[in-house]
């Protein structure tokens, strides 16, 4: 039976169905959990959840972090041809748009909540300033991998060389 009573509320299965394949399908075309989330209306941690509950594989994961990207479409396009499950990659106009958005404890609890999720990762990339890099450093407890792209602060976006990131990735992998 497609149709479920939960105390007062009657839910469809069918429904929760269309909408789960719908973030797996948008998440695995590389769309981000947060503009999933907003597209959809939902919570971004509902998102990491339901990728954690399904999720077959555990160990040997990397996150990427970094900002503010130039190019940061053709470096996605590279994380996600190279499997890369977590990226945080953003320009500098998206960096000030992040931390425009929201008042003070909705924003410490995305940055918070971020951080929780990028925690899970083996190895953490880190694409930025050298005082970015050093904050990170300190935050994780893991492995932590620099591609420094200036001296802090960087108040423009900041091209990364996709082949240098590549033997990067390469590295850490064959590390792992």
Do not use: C
Not at 27 to 37: H, I
Not at 46 to 53: A, G, K, P, V
Not at 140 to 162: H, M, N, R, T
Request: charged share 35%; hydrophobic share 45%; aromatic share 4%.
């Amino acid at each position: 039976m497609d149709l479920l009573r939960i105390g007062g509320k009657i839910l469809s299965r069918r429904k929760i169905s269309k909408a789960i394949d719908l973030i797996l399908e948008l998440r695995g075309s590389g769309v981000a959990q947060q503009k999933v989330a907003d597209q959809l209306g939902i919570d971004r941690t509902f998102i990491s959840r339901l990728e954690t509950l399904g999720e077959v594989r555990k160990g040997n994961r990397i996150a990427v972090i970094g900002f503010p990207i130039k190019n940061k479409d053709e470096i996605l396009n590279l994380l996600h041809r190279e499997g890369i499950e977590f990226t945080l990659i953003m320009t500098e106009h998206e960096r000030w748009e992040f931390v425009k958005k929201d008042d003070g404890i909705d924003l410490l609890n995305k940055i918070l909540d971020l951080i929780a999720e990028a925690r899970s990762f083996d190895v953490v990339i880190v694409i930025g300033s050298n005082r970015r890099i050093e904050t990170i450093e300190a935050i994780f407890d893991q492995e932590v991998v620099s591609l420094e792209i200036g001296e802090s602060p960087i108040k423009e976006d900041k091209y990364v060389a996709p082949e240098e990131l590549l033997k990067i990735l390469q590295a850490v992998k064959k590390k792992l």
